[in-house]
């Protein structure tokens, strides 16, 4: 029998919070900054000792031999061990005897004790008497080093932190710019054109200056290309209104032809007919409502009242329409929504549920309170469903899967399009999942507009 031991799992804010500090460019400058000036620091305090070790070595060594030779001649060619004492308390330095007959030392080492690091540190520190004693004079701070580190290297640290401190707030200062960037670019990705990126003081430009500048340079070149694209589609789509509403009038005006296969015909252009005009009508409403600023009529509205309303007029144009059940939660408040922009989504939803379902089978509408205060209106159909990777882009304007391609199968991939902006103009979600079996389309609608 084998046991686990459970690895502490990492807090998500902590996790989120170490995230954002690894991938901060003002953090990784400071320690940038930081890291050069230690070695800055550390290259320039060794250069100046080794110049000073070579500079002065060849003047301070035969002082110091001098003076190492004048102590251990007080201290006698048979060590004095009281004399030894006293220069160890007068002078800071720590004396070790070793010999046949006098073993002592001031300052017994908490440890190994350290060899000499070559023969010449040897020779000056290290002296053999007559009667073969060993005398090894070694520095000694004890007295003024306590217990702890001396107080220059709290000082030192002190005075690094509160230096990396004022680099982290003068580059967060340069750097500030960068958010008003990052927003604008997220404002400018929804469509939102109308407040450009603050550039601030113009005279003093930085390299940060001049890219927001630019930024809104290429923003307002999208605006006027998403403009000029907008105005000539609603241009078009208006003039071909009154052509295909007099085209449409005068076929129906037509008398109905004797001939069985003349008929059909006639069917068939006014299908077409009617076809254009829903496309005309759904272009127009697709480019009203992706503007940010799109007007609705809202009003209270009874959802499933109105889903109701829908599969019946459906019902009329498409007979199998009429097998749509629709469930609804007796207990739905009223929404203040949009009659005709809900009607439109209704439309589109339950056609496009319709044409996707097999004969033997019908969609199924279900309008539910959601888990967090909302309403949750789901329109699903038993078809074929679409492949996971398709999912994302189906709400994306004149996209169609491949297998609804042909007229018979699919329309020309407005009808979901326009379903999410209705809903995103409610104040909505739209979302769409794969039921196994079929394609569920869910929109979720606020209590409150």
Same mark, same amino acid.
């Given at each position: 029998?084998t046991?686990?031991?459970?690895?502490?799992?990492?807090?998500?804010?902590?996790? &989120?919070?170490?995230?954002?500090?690894?991938?901060?460019? @003002?953090? @990784?400058?400071?320690?940038?900054?930081?890291?050069?000036?230690?070695?800055?620091? #550390?290259?320039?305090?060794?250069?100046?000792?080794?110049?000073?070790?070579?500079?002065?070595?060849?003047?301070? +060594?035969?002082?110091?031999?001098?003076?190492?030779? =004048?102590?251990?001649?007080?201290?006698?060619?048979?060590?004095?061990?009281?004399?030894?004492?006293?220069?160890?308390?007068?002078?800071?330095i720590?004396?070790h005897?070793?010999?046949?007959?006098?073993?002592?030392?001031?300052?017994?080492?908490?440890? =190994? !004790?350290?060899?000499?690091?070559?023969?010449?540190?040897?020779?000056?520190f290290?002296?053999?008497?007559?009667?073969?004693? +060993?005398?090894?004079?070694?520095?000694?701070?004890?007295?003024a080093?306590g217990?702890?580190?001396?107080?220059?290297?709290?000082?030192?640290? $002190?005075?690094?932190? %509160?230096?990396?401190?004022?680099?982290?707030?003068?580059?967060?200062?340069?750097?500030?710019?960068?958010?008003?960037?990052? $927003?604008?670019?997220? !404002?400018?990705?929804?469509?939102?054109?109308?407040?450009?990126?603050?550039?601030g003081?113009?005279?003093?430009?930085?390299?940060? *200056?001049?890219?927001?500048?630019?930024v809104?340079?290429?923003?307002?070149? %999208?605006?006027q290309?998403?403009?000029?694209?907008?105005?000539?589609?609603?241009?078009?789509? &208006?003039?071909? @209104?009154?052509?295909? *509403?007099?085209?449409?009038?005068?076929?129906e005006?037509?008398?109905?032809?004797?001939?069985?296969e003349?008929? *059909?015909? &006639?069917k068939?252009?006014l299908?077409?007919?009617?076809?254009?005009?829903?496309?005309? /009508?759904?272009?127009l409403?697709?480019?009203?409502?992706? *503007?940010?600023?799109?007007?609705?009529?809202?009003?209270?509205?009874? %959802?499933?009242?109105?889903?109701?309303? #829908?599969?019946?007029?459906?019902?009329?144009? /498409?007979?199998?329409?009429?097998?749509?059940?629709?469930?609804a939660?007796?207990?739905?408040?009223?929404?203040?929504?949009?009659?005709?922009?809900? /009607?439109?989504?209704?439309?589109?939803?339950?056609?496009?549920?319709? +044409?996707h379902?097999?004969?033997?089978?019908?969609?199924?509408v279900?309008?539910? &309170?959601?888990? =967090?205060?909302?309403?949750?209106?789901?329109v699903?159909?038993?078809?074929?469903?679409?492949?996971?990777?398709?999912?994302?882009?189906l $709400?994306? #304007?004149?996209?169609?899967?491949?297998?609804?391609?042909? @007229?018979?199968?699919?329309?020309?991939?407005?009808?979901?399009?326009?379903? !999410?902006?209705?809903?995103?103009?409610?104040?909505?979600?739209?979302?769409?999942?794969?039921?196994?079996?079929?394609? #569920?389309?869910s929109?979720?609608?606020?209590? /409150?507009?």
């Open positions: 029998m046991s686990s031991t459970p690895v502490a799992a990492v807090p998500a804010p902590a996790r &989120h919070s170490w995230l954002r500090w690894r991938h901060s460019l @003002r953090l @990784r400058l400071v320690l940038l900054f930081l890291l050069l000036g230690l070695a800055i620091a #550390a290259v320039f305090v060794s250069g100046i000792r080794k110049g000073f070790n070579q500079g002065w070595e060849a003047a301070v +060594r035969p002082l110091a031999m001098d003076y190492v030779d =004048r102590l251990a001649a007080d201290i006698g060619s048979l060590p004095d061990v009281a004399r030894a004492q006293a220069l160890a308390q007068r002078l800071p720590a004396i005897i070793s010999g046949p007959v006098t073993n002592w030392d001031s300052e017994p080492p908490r440890g =190994r !004790r350290v060899a000499p690091r070559n023969e010449r540190d040897a020779s000056l290290t002296r053999q008497t007559a009667d073969g004693h +060993r005398i090894v004079f070694r520095l000694s701070f004890s007295g080093r217990d702890g580190p001396p107080p220059i290297l709290w000082y030192t640290l $002190a005075a690094l932190l %509160l230096l990396t401190a004022l680099a982290y707030w003068r580059v967060h200062r340069m750097l500030l710019p960068l958010q008003g960037i990052s $927003a604008g670019a997220r !404002r400018f990705g929804t469509g939102d054109f109308g407040t450009p990126i603050a550039t003081n113009e005279r003093n430009a930085d390299e940060l *200056t001049t890219l927001a500048q630019e809104n340079g290429m923003a307002d070149n %999208l605006r290309m998403l403009d000029a694209r907008r105005d000539l589609l609603l241009a078009v789509s &208006h003039e071909l @209104r009154s052509p295909l *509403t007099r085209a449409r009038l005068n076929v005006l037509l008398p109905e032809p004797d001939d069985a003349a008929r *059909t015909a &006639h068939a252009l299908r077409d007919l009617a076809l254009m005009r829903d496309l005309i /009508q759904d272009l409403e697709s480019e009203r409502l992706s *503007t940010p600023h799109a007007l609705l009529q809202r009003e209270s509205t009874d %959802l499933a009242q109105l889903a109701h309303g #829908a599969v019946a007029e459906l019902a009329r144009a /498409q007979p199998a329409a009429a097998a749509i059940a629709v469930n939660d007796p207990h739905l408040p009223l929404l203040d929504l949009d009659r005709t922009r809900m /009607q439109l989504l209704l439309r589109n939803l339950l056609d496009n549920a319709l +044409r379902s097999p004969s033997d089978t019908s969609p199924a279900s309008i539910a &309170h959601g888990d =967090r205060g909302n309403v949750v209106l789901e699903r159909d038993y078809g074929d469903g679409v492949p996971e990777a398709q999912l994302p882009h $709400a994306q #304007a004149f996209y169609r899967p491949d297998s609804a391609r042909q @007229r018979s199968s699919g329309g020309v991939g407005l009808g979901l399009y326009l379903c !999410r902006l209705v809903a995103e103009a409610h104040g909505g979600r739209f979302a769409v999942r794969n039921a196994r079996p079929g394609l #569920a389309v929109i979720t609608l606020p209590l /409150q507009g």
